[in-house]
């Protein structure tokens, strides 16, 4: 049974870079799509990209196709997720969640926290 | 980018009632639309995609209708557990698959 397992907690600077890992436990995202969701304080979610573990593709939605990068390891087993240029605006949970290539099918990482604060 | 608004941003039910939420987007979508479920500090979790279909496991007094840029969900027998926030999602215009703000559903 897949599981979703994503690195802890970022504190970082205005300007800096954060990079996110998701890692399938149990299995490898091979076949499927890797999707990246964010969620504010209090806020809805906003989707980022998503990439195909298997080959790579990416895709990014228009606002953050200037600093977000997405890449994945040779065994499709991890993703990450790199989004530079920090602002405070930045400050969110980061999901990420297997799926498709229209939605998230699951399962959802447990979110990953960055805090963007001078 | 295509936008989504969902209406209303919150009610108010008891356990028991049949509730509906409505999604409507700024142009046709095709049928291209998802619904999610968060509870609160939880990750979203899947209810149903292409309007109507359900996602595996999801209990099926959850219903989804709709066509071009009208759509709605609705949760019939409200469970204690169904109480949480609902996203819509249209991935009918790539790249950007925008959601919906949201609907809180509360207890009465």
């Known amino acids: 049974q897949l599981q979703v397992v994503q690195s802890g907690a970022e504190v970082k600077k205005p300007g800096a870079s954060v990079k996110f890992s998701c890692k399938a436990s149990g299995s490898t995202f091979s076949g499927y799509y890797v999707h990246w969701v964010r969620q504010a304080p209090g806020q809805g979610l906003e989707w980022m990209g998503i990439?195909?573990?298997?080959?790579?593709?990416?895709s990014y939605a228009q606002k953050f196709q200037s600093r977000l990068t997405m890449t994945s390891d040779s065994s499709a087993s991890t993703v990450y997720m790199e989004l530079s240029s920090l602002r405070s605006e930045d400050t969110a949970i980061y999901f990420c969640a297997r799926g498709q290539f229209g939605y998230s099918s699951g399962p959802w990482g447990q979110g990953s926290l960055l805090t963007v604060s001078s | 980018d295509i936008q989504l608004t969902q209406s209303p941003s919150s009610l108010s039910a008891s356990v028991g009632d049949r509730i509906t939420i409505t999604c409507r987007a700024s142009?046709?979508?095709?049928?291209?639309l998802a619904w999610y479920q968060q509870r609160p500090g939880k990750a979203p979790s899947l209810l149903l995609f292409a309007t109507y279909t359900l996602a595996d496991g999801v209990p099926a007094r959850f219903s989804g209708s709709g066509s071009g840029t009208d759509y709605t969900l609705t949760i019939s027998n409200l469970q204690p557990e169904d109480f949480a926030t609902y996203y819509c999602?249209?991935?009918?215009?790539?790249?950007?698959?925008?959601f919906g703000q949201g609907t809180k559903v509360d207890i009465k």
């Open positions: 990439i195909k573990p298997s080959g790579g593709a990416t």
């Open positions: 142009q046709g979508i095709r049928n291209s």
């Open positions: 999602q249209q991935y009918y215009s790539t790249p950007g698959r925008t």
